[in-house]
Structure formats: C-alpha cells, structure tokens
C-alpha cells in the first residue's frame, strides 16, 4: 500500500512538474503600445521608424481627430500626423470598431473614412495627395481608442510618394 501511495505521489508530483504555464493570453491587447502612443515605418527615400504621442481631438463638434507628433515642443519635433474624421452630426463617441479607408476629401463623400496629413518637420513637406490605405480600429469604449493603419500618400508640390506601414495606436477616448 504504500508503495501504491509513494508512485502514485510521484506521478502526481511529475505531472505537476511538467505542466507549462497555461494561462490563457487571448484576453491580451492586440496592440501593445502604452497608451497615448503611437508607432510605424516609413517606406520612402530614406526608411525611418517613428514613435511619439498620440491624441484625439474634436473640433467645432464635426471634425474628429487622431493627432500625433514626436518631441516635446516645435523645436525637437520631426513629424505630426492627423487622421481626420468628418461625422455629419455632433461628435458623441470614438468611430466604432471596424476598418476605415483612408482616401482624399473628394473620396470619402459617399463612404465612412479618414482622411490624412502626414508632415515630416525635418524637410517641411507635407503628405496628404492621392491618399489609399486603411485605418483598423480594433477597440473603441469609453476609455480607450485602439487600431492600426498603412497608407500611402504623395506631396503635392515635389510628387515625392511615401509609405507608412506597421503603423498602430492607442489613445484615450474623448
């Protein structure tokens, strides 16, 4: 019998032993930025990285934004980007959960969109020309605004293209 007991206990102890860490991470955020952050690549002439702060401003109660920018003041700064959103009435809540062109003004007349300027300060060039791409939102509640974005713009007066990849966000809502 006690033989039985100890080899028994052993094998209990074994399978205690070999188990892994099973804890369920499907509850885990999808984007795991801090929050109020912002990160993505840029495809262009010289590939950068870029990371900086992430907000969402309204205006005049129509125009909703996602507006982001590194550094601490003007000065240090080396690019603002702007997802602007348009709602035909006045703002009440965060763009529901779901994916979202980003085109031109003219484009989105007839469709639920953004809309983009990305400013690199470091030339003084600005992209918002012949804008294609897409804005996921993967989490909109009260307390956070949450997605990921590519796109790719032109500056109107050099014709220069670039493309922003990889790009994710997360911000408190409004």
Not at 19 to 36: A, G, I, V, Y
Not at 72 to 79: A, L, Y
Not at 135 to 155: C, P, V, W
């Amino acid at each position: 019998m006690k033989l039985r007991i100890k080899i028994l206990f052993s094998l209990l102890l074994c399978g205690l032993l070999s188990c892994s860490d099973d804890d369920d991470n499907s509850s885990k955020k999808t984007n795991e930025l801090p929050k109020n952050k912002i990160s993505f690549e840029i495809e262009s002439t010289k590939n950068q990285k870029k990371q900086g702060d992430c907000f969402i401003v309204v205006v005049e109660d129509y125009t909703y934004m996602i507006s982001a920018h590194d550094g601490n003041n003007m000065e240090d700064q080396s690019f603002s980007l702007q997802f602007y959103k348009s709602f035909d009435q006045t703002i009440s809540e965060n763009p529901p959960v779901g994916t979202y062109p980003i085109k031109g003004i003219p484009d989105l007349t007839e469709i639920d969109g953004f809309w983009v300027t990305y400013a690199d300060l470091e030339t003084d060039l600005e992209y918002n020309n012949n804008l294609d791409g897409q804005i996921k939102i993967t989490r909109s509640d009260n307390q956070i605004l949450e997605g990921s974005f590519s796109f790719e713009a032109t500056n109107y007066e050099t014709g220069e293209s670039i493309k922003i990849i990889n790009g994710k966000f997360t911000t408190e809502a409004f």
